[in-house]
T-cell receptor
Framework: DGGITQSPKYLFRKEGQNVTLSCEQN?????MYWYRQDPGQGLRLIYY???????QKGDIAEGYSVSREKKESFPLTVTSAQKNPTAFYLC??????????????FGPGTRLTVT | GNSVTQMEGPVTLSEEAFLTINCTYT??????LFWYVQYPGEGLQLLLK?????DKGSNKGFEATYRKETTSFHLEKGSVQVSDSAVYFC???????????FGRGTSLIVHP
């Protein structure tokens, strides 16, 4: 079955440590996205990418970094510069065909807790 | 810019009640409209969509009609179940921009 996998489901880190969240898709989608979700809040866009080796900052990119070395992979690094990293992180992908309306496919999410 | 406004939650209903979650939008072009659902502890999944005016999207007993004249895409279900308890997100995307705009989400709680 095609889909998006995120690992791990739960991640715990100490303050001051960088941590990398994994996102892999086998849908052959060109575009990939990272969102942050805080309790009771909507989705906020961190980074997005439409092609290998290219990505753009979203609304809240400070303290985060990404890479897109392969079409199917879009890992997110939460750096020690991110002031409030504890959150639920969602990865998504979509085709770049406007006929689809750019509907998004989401992974199951990673809940990061930093203490 | 583009924006999506959803009714504030939580919406609390008894099983078999009628559900409406309001969604209105502003957009600079002709958007495609979506409803996504997020069950507790999970990612979002597409519930239904409509890509042009007067289209009706439907899935799992949920329906929404793309109303260009009122810029709305309200979600409805005739008889909710406890298993429908989740957060529902309305969203839009515009041709030429693959970055969607999401509403803040509406929590639905269904009691037996």
């Amino acid at each position: 079955d095609g889909g998006i996998t995120q690992s791990p489901k739960y991640l715990f880190r100490k303050e001051g440590q960088n941590v990398t969240l994994s996102c892999e898709q086998n849908l052959n989608h060109d575009a990939m996205y990272w969102y942050r979700q805080d309790p009771g809040q909507g989705l906020r866009l961190i980074y997005y990418s439409q092609i290998v080796n290219d990505f753009q900052k979203g609304d809240i990119a400070e303290g985060y970094s990404v890479s897109r070395e392969k079409k199917e992979s879009f890992p997110l690094t939460v750096t020690s510069a991110q002031k409030n990293p504890t959150a639920f992180y969602l990865c998504a992908s979509s085709v770049l065909d406007s006929g689809s309306g750019y509907e998004q496919y989401f992974g199951p999410g990673t809940r990061l807790t930093v203490t | 810019g583009n924006s999506v406004t959803q009714m504030e939650g939580p919406v609390t209903l008894s099983e078999e009640a009628f559900l409406t979650i309001n969604c209105t939008y502003t957009a600079t072009g002709y958007p495609s409209l979506f409803w996504y659902v997020q069950y507790p502890g999970e990612g979002l999944q597409l519930l239904l969509k409509a890509t042009k005016a007067d289209d009706k999207g439907s899935n799992k007993g949920f329906e929404a009609t793309y109303r260009k004249e009122t810029t709305s895409f309200h979600l409805e279900k005739g008889s909710v179940q406890v298993s429908d308890s989740a957060v529902y997100f309305c969203a839009l995307s515009i041709g030429g921009s693959y970055i969607p705009t999401f509403g803040r989400g509406t929590s639905l709680i269904v009691h037996p």
